[in-house]
């Protein structure tokens, strides 16, 4: 969230450390922001189905939790750090299939 602008960047590497079995490594993506930040009160609550700080009507509070069984059920990881008025950043690490 950046309500009064800001900086995004997205970063995709590769990576061949802690190679899980049956893969070649890892995709990692990166996304990260200067906006807002999250409070530490709720980074324990955001991937929660129907989470949201929004008020009625403003959202579901779903993306973050379709999005973390979405990365799970590929055998990947989803990490988020996050402080109040610096910005968030989100890694995302998927294995990359041996037959690929």
Request: glycine share 16%; hydrophobic share 30%.
């Amino acid at each position: 969230s950046m309500p009064k602008g800001g900086k995004l960047q997205l970063r995709a590497t590769l990576s061949n450390g802690d190679k899980p079995k049956e893969s070649k490594g890892w995709v990692i993506v990166e996304i990260s922001d200067t906006g807002i930040g999250i409070e530490s009160k709720y980074l324990d609550k955001i991937f929660d189905p129907f989470f949201t700080t929004k008020g009625w009507g403003s959202g579901t509070g779903l993306g973050l939790s379709i999005s973390y069984g979405i990365i799970k059920e590929h055998g990947g990881n989803i990490d988020v750090k996050s402080r109040p008025g610096e910005g968030t950043l989100v890694r995302t690490s998927l294995p990359i299939p041996r037959d690929s």
